[in-house]
Nanobody
């Protein structure tokens, strides 16, 4: 059972930046894919960034290059650098890992963009 713990959420002003972290309880180098999703109130959960074991990244076009996903295998941590944040980025952000043993989710971290 893989445990994923997100951190780094909080309140940020429009135009600001925030970096989220997701630390796994196991070696992430063997994970097939790690991703960040978000869910705003009343909305369905959507993927905002994904990174494969080989380092290939995927982003939805709607983010216009404002988010960057990275991973640091030595410390079993996934990151999401968010830039030029807008009010519409307000959501709970979740870490996801697809592994040989299954699909795992963190508990989420709240990001609020407000002036």
């Amino acid at each position: 059972q893989v445990q994923l713990v997100e951190s780094g959420g909080g309140l940020v002003q429009p135009g600001g930046s925030l970096k989220l972290s997701c630390t796994a309880s196991e070696d992430i180098s063997s994970f097939q894919t790690m991703s960040w999703y978000r869910q705003a109130p009343g909305q369905r959960r959507e993927m905002v960034a994904s990174i494969g074991r080989g380092g290939m990244t995927v982003y939805p076009d709607s983010l216009e290059g404002r988010f960057a996903i990275s991973r640091e295998d030595a410390v079993n941590t996934l990151y999401l650098q968010m830039m030029r944040l807008v009010v519409e980025d307000t959501a709970v952000y979740y870490c996801n890992a697809v592994t040989r043993s299954g699909d795992y989710w963190g508990q989420g971290t709240q990001v609020t963009v407000s002036s």
